[in-house]
């Protein structure tokens, strides 16, 4: 059965010297391993076709319809605070644009497609752990309502690749996003001082996100408001999920604030801001409290690039682009009490109950999510569960709890609420590791699609399901995340 995609090419027409054209590397196998099914009905693609042999082929970039124009896409970055000219998609190929039945456009982008020119030295593949993890954090943070890119399908080539674990069986993920413009994208052309094609680019972008700055005079400055807002909301949802991205570099911002690249990224069990998974974060650069400081940062860097068009003059165009990363600030701020106030069932955020609930957790070892599906319990006077979370509780948790009764109380909260608003199931990273490894040591993919399931409908209790909600054991070793290139 073929399978019937029609893609437009608004990116490959419009930003010339922005991408290479390149073709997907030939495997000896191709398989559909893992299809999001509900995806592909949702972007109008037949679920069915695209399991077969034709579709392993389109999803691994071999065999592609016309319509087709796959390149590897260019940009520069940051890189744990490093500026490098030139990255791009070193293994990555953009296939085109899927216009869904809304009218909404989506890019479908591979990864692990093969080398490309951007390659810098690396294989172009990718292992089956990796793309599973993907494809399963990808999937669980879209549930949880936190903009993402999306898993369409893992496949796998027939192929082994060699990696710090020996060889593993090697893979393909298919993802979509509403692009895959960073402030990388940005800096590419900055650097090379080309101001007429860095103004093309940022029209190219307000007409796809943000299309009613086109034609507004002071457009490079609003866009850089639109980016920051974006950013500041998705970082504050990150930070109330105890999320570590474990890679905020600069070609890993994009300016749809959709959270991209899931390489080293895990979800925080205990609360420790200084919290770390990535295998190359030594210094903690990236590490789950110094988040909200690497938005302004990154965000500085985009104003950067875009100075010269903000205003001619440098020294207004510093002044204003300044204005709106200190405004940025003030709306991750806001975002950040937003999110901690819906978590604790609160109409309006209390900064200082906020505040001291954090200084509460501070040494003692507080599983994070457990600690938000204990207070329906302990609002009602049964505190045990929530104090038993405590290394050392004590009169201060005490103290904190008569102030949550008393504001809750005045803001008539909903206990109700309190479970709506915080997730049963996360992909707990002893889970995740327990079902990569069956995937991709034995071919075992039943631990791996039990945990998605969980994962996908995070709100709902499950009978029987019980240790998915519960943390690691307290000696369990700590997990150690790798980009997998």
């Known amino acids: 059965m073929a399978v019937a995609i029609r893609f437009e090419n608004s990116y490959a027409e419009e930003l010339q010297g922005l991408y290479v054209p390149w073709q997907g590397q030939e495997w000896p196998d191709p398989q559909v391993l893992l299809l999001n099914t509900a995806l592909a009905e949702r972007l109008g693609l037949d679920a069915q076709a695209m399991q077969g042999a034709i579709g392993a082929r389109l999803l691994?970039?071999?065999?592609?319809p016309d319509s087709a124009r796959p390149l590897a896409q260019a940009y520069a970055g940051h890189q744990f605070g490093g500026f490098s000219p030139q990255l791009g998609d070193g293994r990555a190929l953009l296939l085109g644009e899927i216009v869904d039945p809304q009218g909404r456009r989506h890019d479908l982008h591979l990864k692990g497609s093969g080398r490309t020119p951007f390659a810098r030295g690396g294989d172009g593949r990718a292992v089956l752990g990796p793309v599973l993890r993907e494809y399963l954090i990808s999937e669980a943070m879209h549930a949880l309502g936190?903009?993402?890119t999306r898993a369409l399908a893992v496949c796998t080539t027939g192929d082994r690749v060699l990696r710090q674990n020996g060889l593993e069986p090697g893979a393909v993920l298919a993802r979509t996003a509403s692009s895959h413009l960073r402030v990388g994208t940005f800096q590419f052309f900055a650097a090379r001082g080309d101001r007429d094609k860095l103004r093309l680019l940022l029209d190219y972008a307000i007409a796809r996100h943000d299309p009613d700055l086109t034609g507004v005079s002071d457009a490079a400055l609003r866009f850089l408001e639109r980016v920051g807002a974006r950013q500041a909301r998705l970082i504050a949802q990150w930070m109330g999920l105890g999320f570590v991205h474990g890679v905020m570099n600069t070609d890993n911002m994009t300016i749809s604030g959709e959270t991209i690249d899931y390489g080293p990224c895990a979800f925080m069990d205990r609360y420790d801001p200084a919290t770390v998974f990535s295998s190359i974060d030594h210094q903690?650069?990236?590490?789950?409290?110094n988040q909200p400081a690497i938005l302004l940062w990154n965000l500085a860097r985009l104003a950067e690039a875009l100075l010269g068009l903000i205003d001619a003059d440098e020294e207004r165009a510093i002044a204003r682009a300044s204005d709106v990363i200190e405004a940025t600030r003030a709306q991750y701020?806001?975002?950040?009490?937003?999110v901690f106030a819906a978590k604790l069932g609160l109409q309006e955020p209390d900064a200082a109950l906020i505040e001291g609930m954090h200084a509460?957790?501070?040494g003692q070892g507080v599983d994070f999510t457990s600690f938000f599906r204990a207070l329906p319990d302990a609002l009602q006077g049964r505190d045990t569960a929530l104090a038993a979370l405590f290394t050392e509780p004590g009169q201060a948790l005490q103290d904190w709890l008569a102030a949550y009764r008393a504001v809750f109380a005045?803001?008539?909260g909903d206990v109700a609420h309190l479970h709506r608003a915080n997730p049963q199931y996360l992909p707990r990273n002893h889970l995740v590791e327990e079902a990569l490894s069956a995937a991709s040591d034995t071919g075992d993919m039943a631990p791996f699609l039990t945990l998605l399931e969980r994962v996908q409908n995070p709100f709902e209790t499950v009978t029987g399901a019980e240790r998915y909600a519960l943390p690691a054991p307290q000696d369990a070793p700590q997990i150690v995340t790798f980009c997998g290139t």
């Open 60 to 64: 691994t970039g071999q065999a592609l």
């Open 146 to 148: 936190v903009p993402t």
């Open 284 to 289: 903690g650069r990236y590490a789950y409290g």
């Open 333 to 338: 701020r806001a975002a950040w009490l937003g």
């Open 360 to 362: 509460l957790w501070v």
């Open 410 to 412: 005045a803001q008539r």
